[in-house]
């Protein structure tokens, strides 16, 4: 064989491979999951319901965000996992919840947690295919760090101090200061482009997490923004110009992201997830007796499961996504895991340990339902909050009934949220001719409830336990 003749054959095996791997890969999507933190339900301009003009903000605005939903799909009833950061993002990772998990609190001792397991989103992606790569950028909120769960580019294990967070001054964090790179939203944003181009041109399919500071307190934002809000007329319900500033520059840097996917030419075959990590503050500082959240028309915010503080902006688009469409089904974190999986290698988990259920048929609009090895959601949110209700609470979704149990002294709050927002209406205390109408019902779901909590050995309150400085084992305190 001539030297030409070996060229040329080498030249087309090269070729021949760089097409097999541009197939393999091609059957694989890409994954981009924007994060906030503490955006509310409400908190963007995506009217969340269609028809219920509360659903968005009267006083914000984010057109990038809406690109998204014009393209695919919002999920009406989706709903964080916990009314606070670390358990929510434990759960995204894991699908499974914070009551299975044991995690219920933010700065709770973890040491019972196996954070070298192989179950994590990442780690899932790459059994699919070893090609995949995958980054988290921004705010970690957890123990151990990203490496550990298999991500290969991060920002490390990263908390709210490492995006500007001054705990100990409430003055601090409610006051307007302007920055360039408010809450380091642009610095995240250009480390997340660059692994997106890095994984372009390598071929490679690629998960990245892009976890967010804002619109988390302290309030930042650029002189621009804020400019702009100052002279804009306020709402009715949201009115804080920091907040509607700061929401802004999030979402100029989620237009960054889109723009560089539509140049790469990758978008069709990119799936883009925005979502934040718990509901909205109810309201800036003082807490107490307000008369209306910031989350209205949902109840209370943030620290607690009412709807204010677990139901969150939740949109998807991608290959296979009709554009403009909604779903009203009940969906939490814990589907997230089992729904990449699902996307990325037509695979459903079956794991008993797993909370969450794959959505693939809901975003493919062939299906309505979502099969769980879990009856219902549940939210675990055992312990006394001085900041919100005060009361150590759980909670249970199925379908359209809520009910709500306290630990205290075992009482029961029962909603039909799909008619009932704000949960105004407690449907556990009707009497109809001296006789609770629903009194079979509040038993049967309090009692799936309740055999949950004993099933995955959840913490269980009592009077005085935080769970942060000692082991569980060593408290010994269980459902």
Same mark, same amino acid.
């Given at each position: ?134 980054? %988290? ?117 989620? +237009? ?52 204010? +503080? ?7 688009? +991608? ?36 909370? +969450? ?80 109408? %629903? ?41």
């Amino acid at each position: 064989m001539t030297s030409l003749r070996k060229y040329l054959f080498f030249f087309f095996c090269l070729l021949l491979i760089n097409f097999l791997n541009s197939q393999n890969n091609s059957e694989h999507p890409n994954f981009i999951f924007i994060l906030a933190d503490d955006q509310g339900w409400n908190g963007t301009s995506v009217e969340m319901l269609n028809g219920l003009e509360e659903s968005k903000s009267d006083f914000y605005e984010t057109p990038e965000i809406e690109k998204i939903a014009k393209k695919g799909i919002k999920f009406s009833y989706a709903y964080a996992s916990a009314p606070v950061c670390a358990p929510s993002r434990y759960s995204i990772q894991m699908g499974k919840t914070p009551a299975r998990l044991q995690m219920i609190r933010v700065g709770m001792n973890t040491e019972h947690i196996n954070h070298e397991t192989d179950f994590t989103i990442p780690k899932k992606l790459k059994k699919i295919n070893s090609n995949y790569k995958t980054a %988290h950028f921004g705010k970690w909120g957890m123990d151990s760090n990203p490496q550990t769960f298999g991500y290969d580019e991060s920002d490390g294990a990263t908390k709210n101090k490492d995006g500007v967070f001054n705990w100990d001054s409430n003055e601090l964090q409610w006051s307007n200061t302007i920055d360039t790179d408010p809450k380091k939203i642009f610095s995240i944003t250009k480390r997340a482009i660059n692994f997106i181009e890095n994984s372009h041109n390598e071929n490679a399919p690629f998960y990245l997490q892009i976890s967010h500071y804002a619109i988390h307190s302290d309030l930042v934002m650029r002189q621009k923004t804020f400019e702009k809000y100052r002279n804009k007329k306020p709402g009715k319900n949201h009115n804080n110009i920091g907040l509607a500033a700061m929401t802004e520059d999030l979402d100029t840097s989620v +237009g960054l992201i889109l723009t560089k996917l539509k140049e790469l030419g990758i978008e069709d075959n990119t799936y883009i997830i925005y979502s934040s990590d718990n509901g909205s503050v109810p309201i800036i500082a003082p807490r107490k007796n307000y008369k209306k959240s910031f989350n209205h028309p949902l109840q209370r915010g943030k620290w607690d499961a009412m709807e204010g +503080g677990i139901r969150v902006p939740f949109i998807i688009s +991608g290959p296979g996504i009709s554009e403009n469409s909604q779903s009203e089904t009940p969906i939490s974190f814990s589907d997230l895991l089992p729904t990449i999986i699902d996307l990325a290698g037509n695979k459903n988990l079956k794991e008993k340990t797993l909370d +969450g259920g794959s959505i693939k048929n809901i975003l493919l609009n062939k299906s309505k339902v979502v099969q769980r090895n879990t009856n219902g959601l549940i939210f675990h949110v055992p312990y006394e909050n001085k900041i919100a209700l005060e009361r150590a609470h759980s909670a249970i979704i199925i379908d359209s009934i809520k009910l709500i149990k306290f630990h205290d002294n075992n009482e029961v709050k029962l909603f039909d949220i799909k008619n009932d927002f704000s949960e105004s209406y407690d449907l556990s205390s009707v009497y109809i001719n001296g006789r609770l109408i %629903h009194e079979k019902l509040v038993s049967k779901i309090k009692k799936i409830l309740e055999n949950y909590l004993h099933e995955v050995r959840a913490p269980k309150w009592n009077k005085g336990i935080t769970w942060k400085k000692k082991k569980l084992n060593i408290i010994n305190s269980y459902h």
